[in-house]
């Protein structure tokens, strides 16, 4: 992972659990005096106890890194709780209608924040009978280019992976659409509402 888990992140979860020091330190089969060396930063937990330690918290391992628990309270698409994270080692693009604790190549993705769009990540947009057909005029060279186009409506999101030396368009089907995305690999995201 890009970094461990702290004291503190181990202090506030046992804390929301309603556990005390010995409590959880009963659960993983280690001293309360680890869990309180742990807590105090004087001392990391084994990477073996990782996993029993967010059993006991009853959490993720991912979470126990990031920190917190995520609950992802939309049952449903929210388009405006739609995320996008982007892992800078590979490139894998993954979206989520919701809150998500993402990683991507032992790295903790954060949600990209978009930016409404500008004179040179403006989206473009012709009807095509019942399509958005969108396009970005962008360079598409191996090093600056558009990676992805992404609608979104209240029924989910519809998403296109562009490359390097391609072109900078794609189609959506109009039905519901409210947002239109771009991601551009120097810039970041941006939208435009529809």
Not at 28 to 55: C, H, M, N, R, Y
Request: glycine share 6%; hydrophobic share 35%; aromatic share 8%.
């Amino acid at each position: 992972m890009d970094r461990y888990v702290t004291g503190a992140v181990i202090r506030k979860l046992r804390e929301n659990k309603k556990l005390t020091q010995e409590e959880l330190a009963e659960k993983i089969f280690v001293s309360s005096k680890a869990v309180s060396k742990w807590e105090t930063g004087q001392g990391l937990p084994d990477i073996t106890l990782l996993e029993p330690l967010a059993k006991a918290l009853d959490i993720s391992v991912i979470e126990l890194f990031s920190g917190d628990t995520v609950t992802n309270r939309n049952r449903s698409s929210n388009i405006k709780k739609a995320r996008f994270y982007v892992c800078p080692v590979c490139g894998n693009v993954i979206q989520a209608t919701g809150e998500a604790v993402i990683c991507c190549c032992g790295i903790s993705l954060p949600p990209l924040e978009p930016e409404e769009e500008d004179l040179s990540h403006e989206l473009q947009i012709e009807i095509v009978e019942d399509e958005y057909y969108v396009t970005v005029n962008h360079p598409m060279t191996k090093d600056h280019y558009i990676s992805f186009l992404a609608a979104v409506s209240d029924q989910g999101i519809q998403f296109v992976k562009l490359y390097p030396e391609g072109s900078a368009e794609a189609r959506f089907k109009i039905n519901r659409v409210k947002y239109l995305y771009a991601y551009c690999n120097h810039h970041g995201l941006f939208k435009k509402k529809l």
